[in-house]
Structure formats: C-alpha cells, structure tokens
C-alpha cells in the first residue's frame, strides 16, 4: 500500500470550470499540474454559491444533508450551520496525526471555525461568530447603511452612470470592475500559506492544508499588470452572451436587467479583468507550488486544485453566480496530481464527478469510513480504471441565497431539467443547444423526457433525504411528483 499522502488544496473562489481549457486564458502553473496529474473536465458543484458548496466540499455531502443552504453571513440567512452531528474529513485526518493547517475563505459555518474541525488557523477569513472579519462585514450590514447612503440618495440618481458601474436606485453603486493591487488579501493568505509550508517538518510525518483564495470572485478587480495581458486581446461576445431569456423564468429576467446598463464595450472589459483574475489566481497557485516543490517529501503530496463554483460571466447577459442554472455558475475546474499515487498521468476524466466527491477521496486514502456519504471515492480514477456503476446523471440542490427559491436540476450528457418551484420549468437538449438557449419544457412532444428526467431528480431527492415534497396544493408544483423516485 502506498503511504499516506500528504494532502494540499488550493481552492479559488467563483472560478468557471472552463477556464482550465481555454486557450485565451493564461493559467501555466495550473496547467502544468494538469500534465502531471488528472484533469475532471466535467465536474460540478452542488449550488451555485459559495456556503453550500464549500459545505458539501468538506463533508461529501448535499446540501438537504449537511444543512447550510445559502451564505450563512448575510442577515436573512435561513441556515448558518451545519447539521448537528455533520462531520468534515479534516477530522478524521487529524485523529490518525496528520499536522492539519488552514488559510483563506471558510464560510461554511457561522457557529463553527476551521479550528473546530481539526485544523489549525493560520490567517482565516469569513470566519465564525467569536472571529469576525472585513470579508463577511458588508454581508450583514444593518439599516443604518441605508439611513446614511438616503443622505446623498436624490444627488446619486441625478448623476452619471461610471463606467463599469451598476446603479441601483436606494441601493449602494457596484463598480463591477477595476483595479487593486492585492484583491482580497489574496496574497496575504499565500505568502501565509507559504510561511507556514517552510515551518512544517518533511521529516515522514503526514500533513494537510487548504487554501481558499477569494478571487476570482466577483467584482472583477485584478492588479494593473495582469490586466496588461490581455491588453490586446479581442474579446468577441457570441449568442450566449446576447440570450433575451423571454423562454426562461421571470426572475432571470429581472436579475439581468440591472447588467443590461453595461454597454458592449464594457462587458467586454468585465470579461477581460475576470480573465486576468484568473491569471492573477493562477500565479499565487504557482507561489504555493514552488515552496511545495522544495520540499523533499513533494512526490508524496497530493495536490487538489478546485473551485467552490463558477461564474456565468456574461452568459445570458448575466454575471456572477446565483440562483440561474446554468452550467456556467455549476460547472468547476477539478485537477488532481500526486506524483507517486497517480498511474498514466496527463489523463482528462470525461465522467461526470461532484465537489462531493473529494472528501470520500481522502478519506478513502487515510483508510476511513466512506461509504456513507454521497460522494463517491475518485480513487479508482487516479489508478487509470473506471469505477463500477459510476453515476450517469449530476444532480443541482439550491434553495436560493439571498433571494429564497426551490431549484433542483438533473443532467447528463444530453438532457437537463430544471425544476423551478416559483415560476417554469426549463429543459435543454444539450446536444444541440450546448449553450442552454432554447428552453423546451412547454414543448408536449419532450414530456416523455421530462417524466424521465423527473424520475431521476425524484429518486436522487429520496436518496438524499431531501424535504422539498410538500404535498400541499399550493407548494406542490412540480410536474410530476415525488412518488416518481419510485420506479
């Protein structure tokens, strides 16, 4: 058997999982880890936003399972923890003696800090209640925001739209884009990271660290010389970017027309400051991988580099991440390298894997209990084999974040259903509409497909104990219910 590895995650915030393959987008230490490793081209998160899914992240599980549903900071939050009794793999990690270490992003518990489940902290943001921070202030801001922005509210609306900025009338202007030299703290929280790598002994004994970097979350503001690459650059807007979604929930509608002020010179520029965060995230990628190739105990290091989510970019005419399903917001960028565990490196994993899928991974690698979660092991993947029975369907469960809605989405190579309890459904042939353009649910002639697809959706929800089955005849919307998840 081989030893134990030690383990190492980077995990961006809010980066597409198609920015691995872009050509356009200059990312060379992540792809160099992709020559040296796997790339799990079709991997998805389980919601669209941040908490949920870092949730799911740590605990290989969904979201109806571990309890946080949407950002547990913001002041309407309906779930700020997780189920009582959940439990994260770092735990278990630090039980068998690995010397355990977290830097950046937490958000995944508002009661609990990384410090409560077998981590040590080194610089941590979005933190718990007893360790505030300036990530997770504006989140929770009270009346009081408001009571001062009325002061200057009448001259704000009588002046001129900035560029690259989003006005909304009694509500603060969002400048979607700009310059900043040090976005987030993100280089606080590497070169910490860094710090502490040179600290820990190689000297044979286990250890496991996560970084969560916050970029390249939105708003899209990068340091000057990044920006400078893609200078040049001729960003062309496609179909995709121009989609009216009359054929899609009123609520999508609604949510772009406040980015409907951006010009096309100016979403074309939101495109290219987004590309050069993800250039910016990759080079502190690279800080990190140097100080990791120093150490002599390297080849027996996992390295996991991932998302939380992605981000629709100006897809649809939309940006950021939120309650649309759309697979720019779902689909993550996934590589794993590990020099001595890995056989036949430089491979692409076509089948499709979850972000719930990496806790039983590591778990499975320390030789723990996995079996229970939903997740499954991606083990089998990392010796070159395809698992038996592997999944065949990606399955979505979001409640809305700050703005409340059941959406559940099932998906497979050639169909998706997406069940919207507070408006229409939506259904794309994604064969022939990759893009999502054409919504087919009201189209009698798919209703085979639909009751299919429902059938899946249904039988996943049973499986993960999901209470969205309120029969009651004003909530109980869907098409075809929850006796279908049994066949």
């Not at 806790?359 to 079996?371: H, M, Q, R, V």
């Not at 703005?403 to 998906?411: C, E, L, N, S, T």
């Amino acid at each position: 058997m081989l030893k134990k590895p030690n383990i190492f995650v980077f995990m961006t915030d809010q980066q597409r999982g198609d920015t691995l393959t872009n050509p356009l987008i200059s990312m060379p230490n992540i792809r160099s880890l992709m020559k040296d490793g796997l790339h799990f081209a079709n991997t998805h998160c389980p919601s669209p936003h941040c908490c949920p899914s870092r949730a799911t992240f740590f605990t290989g599980k969904y979201p109806s399972e571990h309890g946080v549903w949407n950002n547990v900071w913001v002041q309407n939050t309906l779930s700020d923890r997780l189920t009582a009794g959940t439990k994260l793999f770092s735990e278990s990690f630090a039980k068998q003696g690995y010397e355990m270490w977290f830097s950046g992003k937490w958000h995944v518990s508002r009661e609990t800090g990384p410090e409560d489940h077998g981590f040590k902290e080194a610089f941590v943001t979005s933190n718990k209640y007893s360790k505030p921070s300036k990530a997770t202030a504006h989140m929770s801001a009270g009346w009081d925001v408001y009571k001062e922005l009325a002061k200057t509210r009448d001259e704000n609306e009588r002046t001129p739209r900035n560029t690259g900025q989003i006005k909304r009338a009694g509500y603060p202007n969002f400048n979607h884009y700009g310059i900043k030299e040090d976005p987030f703290n993100d280089l606080k929280v590497v070169n910490t990271t860094i710090d502490k790598l040179s600290e820990i002994p190689d000297s044979g004994e286990p250890w496991a660290y996560y970084v969560g970097t916050l970029g390249p979350h939105d708003p899209y503001f990068v340091p000057q010389r990044f920006l400078d690459m893609y200078e040049d650059l001729d960003i062309e807007l496609t179909d995709i970017h121009f989609d009216n979604l009359l054929d899609k929930p009123n609520l999508y509608q609604r949510t772009q027309k406040a980015f409907n002020q951006l010009t096309i010179d100016e979403k074309k520029e939101a495109i290219r400051h987004y590309m050069a965060f993800c250039t910016y995230e990759d080079y502190l990628f690279g800080l990190a991988l140097d100080e990791l190739k120093k150490r002599n105990d390297f080849d027996d290091t996992l390295i996991l580099f991932t998302s939380d989510h992605g981000d629709y970019n100006g897809e649809h005419g939309l940006w950021c991440k939120g309650l649309p399903a759309f697979k720019g917001a779902y689909h993550i960028p996934a590589v794993i390298s590990w020099k001595n565990g890995i056989k036949n490196p430089n491979r692409t994993v076509d089948e499709p894997v979850s972000l719930a899928d990496f806790a039983p991974t590591f778990l499975d690698l320390i030789g723990e209990e996995s079996s229970n979660l939903t997740g499954k092991s991606l083990l089998p993947f990392l010796d070159d084999k395809t698992p038996d029975n592997w999944r065949k369907y990606s399955f979505t469960q979001t409640n809305g974040n700050e703005i409340y809605g059941i959406q559940r989405a099932v998906f497979n190579d050639k169909w998706k259903l997406v069940y919207n309890s507070f408006d229409h459904d939506e259904l794309y042939n994604l064969e022939t509409d990759p893009n999502e353009l054409i919504n087919l649910a009201r189209n009698l002639k798919y209703d085979d497909v639909k009751k299919s697809l429902y059938t899946e959706l249904w039988t996943f929800a049973e499986s993960v104990k999901d209470k969205c089955l309120n029969p009651y005849i004003m909530v109980g919307l869907a098409e075809y219910g929850p006796a279908y998840a049994y066949k």
